[in-house]
């Protein structure tokens, strides 16, 4: 019987399939004919081209947010980030003043090799002038990137020489790093911050982390917020360092993909010792599959506010002239079966709309989140979470704008911080560098005062009249802005991050739940 039964069953599944695939190539053909019949007989000669693109898009569109076609000409440069290479001559660059300003040579790129330096001006390319010609970023990419092994003549002012420095640079692979941060806040804690989930983003994660540890690092804050995803199996490895035995990390599912179960491994590097979680709303995906299995498991304390609600699972597929559509195939779920993903069945226009409006009621509280008992899950150790719409942290951090006056923003927004700190550094880098000893000496020791008096200056300059009242209001955010991009311009962006970290509220409440009894509270596994 039970053979007859399954032998049914078959059958059944096989007249569906052939079904819909008769009913595939019925409407493969309808659209076929389309295209010939404009092809043939449109009154002027249509771009096929075109229409064919904007045929996918809108199909697409009409399948969730995040299915997507990316044509042959951006499949490179939408893999680049992920795959975590270009290739050119590795330096990070600012146009300031109309002239191209090298921030940093990129580690083990061809550019620091050969000597060139933070605060370098590339005043000619290939003999070119492109000082004060009006060059902008996509112009400077054109000219220094290149294929691997071609090469490019720079002419480079260096602060103190009257002529230019001549450097003939052989273009390379140039690694693009996913870490932007790793540094102490106290002797016991430490902080890594990943804006991406690359190829190479556990291996940069592990280096910060054995260097932290070094340090005396006992306790880790992980900062995902800004982090919108990347690959899925990089994930999966992340959360792996944090979680032991063999627990679930994350499941996927779809209708042509059976559920597929991730589990942890034993080979962790920080599965023991207090640890934090920093998500806010621009926190998707890869950085919800990594909170959401910390909570679930309740290994750690997420802190900040609810992140983006992505948990569709995307797969790139090949067209014929080497474009590319990535298609939904499955849902990931979190270990206690929540699904983070918010709905999207009113379209992609309303999809955005909604986390707009979303983000307007929670910036500052979490009092209008009501979550309906359908979405209320069970983490280990029984704690309530939520699912159908992102994870929704233990500790909630609402934006404080209390110090944030207009005469703040307008210094931010016409980009004062970063021209003014430009200048300032040029020429006094070694000279900063060597009267400190890093980054923890020079926020204790360097005086402010000067400097910021002098940013005052560069902003009426700029068309930014000073208030008193106002300054006054927001004092410390400017200060501490500006020192961290002076330490940024001599050291490295974790230099940035340790400065900004001393006004960073969320910052402060993950350092505040790391001494008090959040943890225990939390029932939380750490030990």
């Known amino acids: 019987m039970k053979r007859f039964l399954l032998l049914g069953l078959a059958s059944i599944s096989f007249l569906q399939i052939s079904a819909q695939q008769k009913e595939l190539e019925a409407q493969v053909e309808k659209m076929n004919s389309l295209l010939e019949m404009v092809s043939t007989f449109y009154v002027d000669t249509p771009g096929m081209e075109k229409l064919v693109e904007d045929a996918i898009v809108g199909l697409l569109d009409d399948l969730d947010p995040h299915s997507a076609y990316i044509s042959s000409k951006e499949v490179k440069k939408m893999n680049e980030p992920l795959v975590g290479e270009f290739e050119g001559i590795g330096v990070q660059f600012n146009i300031h003043e109309d002239t191209i300003l090298v921030v940093s040579p990129i580690t083990g790129g061809p550019s620091e090799r050969l000597g060139i330096i933070s605060g370098d001006k590339i005043i000619t390319i290939d003999g070119d002038t492109v000082a004060g010609v009006g060059y902008k970023n996509s112009d400077v990419q054109k000219s220094l990137r290149g294929k691997k092994g071609t090469k490019v003549t720079v002419g480079i002012k260096r602060s103190g020489l009257a002529e230019l420095l001549p450097f003939e640079i052989t273009r390379d692979k140039i690694p693009i790093y ?217 500790l909630y951090v609402g934006v404080d704008t209390t110090e944030r006056s207009d005469y703040y923003i307008d210094l931010l927004r016409k980009g004062i911080f970063n021209s003014y700190s430009l200048n300032y550094i040029d020429g006094k880098r070694q000279e900063i560098s060597s009267t400190y000893e890093g980054v923890s000496q020079f926020k204790k020791e360097f005086d402010m005062k000067p400097v910021v008096k002098e940013l005052i200056e560069a902003g009426v300059e700029k068309g930014i009249e000073f208030n008193e009242e106002q300054y006054e209001i927001s004092e410390n955010l400017i200060s501490n802005l500006l020192m961290a991009y002076i330490a940024r311009g001599v050291w490295d962006n974790s230099a940035f991050y340790s400065v900004t970290a001393e006004v960073d509220p969320i910052v402060s409440k993950a350092l505040e739940a790391m001494e008090d009894k959040s943890f225990k509270k939390y029932k939380l596994s750490y030990r």
């Open 178 to 394: 996913s870490v932007d941060a790793g540094f102490m806040l106290n002797d016991e804690v430490g902080l890594i911050k990943i804006n991406r989930f690359a190829q190479k983003t556990v291996e940069e994660y592990t280096e910060y982390l054995n260097v932290l540890k070094s340090q005396g690092m006992e306790s880790l804050i992980l900062d995902l917020r800004g982090n919108s995803g990347g690959y899925l199996n990089t994930a999966i490895n992340l959360a792996d360092q944090f979680l032991d035995g063999d627990k679930m990390i994350v499941y996927t599912e779809g209708r042509s993909f059976p559920r597929r179960e991730h589990k942890a491994s034993s080979r962790g590097n920080f599965q023991k010792g207090k640890l934090i979680v920093l998500i806010d709303a621009g926190s998707a995906s890869a950085s919800e599959i990594v909170s959401g299995a910390i909570q679930d498991w309740d290994r750690g304390l997420i802190i900040g506010r609810r992140s983006f609600g992505k948990g569709l699972v995307q797969k790139p597929f090949g067209l014929p002239d080497r474009s590319q559509v990535r298609l939904t195939i499955s849902r990931y779920y979190t270990p206690s079966g929540r699904s983070i993903q918010r709905p999207y069945g009113k379209g992609t226009d309303a999809y955005y709309d909604d986390l707009s409006a979303r983000f307007a009621k929670e910036v500052f509280s979490s009092d209008s989140i009501d979550f309906p008992d359908s979405l209320k899950f069970k983490t280990n150790n029984g704690r309530t979470v939520y699912g159908g719409g992102g994870i929704m942290p233990d």
